[in-house]
């Protein structure tokens, strides 16, 4: 099994910044992709950006240009740099990892966006 505990969520103004950590601990051998994905109130789940483990990325349109998305294998962790924070970026962003073809997710923290 792999835990995912993520970190760095709280209350920032609209054009602030924050960044994500998750790190991954228990059998965290051969973990592929890794992501963060958010879910606002009243709505579904939604990918926010994901990374390989050589490092390629995906960005949803909303956050592409804003977000950073990025790795390190040796200490099984993956961070959010999400800059010019907007109030419809406020949701609880979870991390999630596959490892043999199954999907673990952290329990998620909340970021809320002010205006």
């Known amino acids: 099994q792999v835990q995912l505990a993520e970190s760095g969520g709280g209350l920032v103004q609209a054009g602030g910044s924050l960044r994500l950590s998750c790190v991954a601990s228990?059998?965290?051998?051969?973990?592929?992709?890794m992501a963060w994905y958010r879910q606002a109130p009243g709505k579904s789940r939604e990918l926010v950006a994901r990374i390989s483990r050589p490092g390629a990325t995906t960005y949803a349109d909303a956050v592409k240009g804003r977000f950073t998305i990025s790795r390190d294998n040796a200490e099984k962790t993956v961070y959010l740099q999400m800059n010019s924070l907007k109030p419809e970026d406020t949701a609880v962003y979870y991390c999630m990892c596959d490892r043999n073809m199954r999907s673990f997710w952290g329990q998620g923290t909340q970021v809320t966006v002010s205006s």
């Open positions: 228990g059998i965290t051998s051969s973990i592929r992709d």
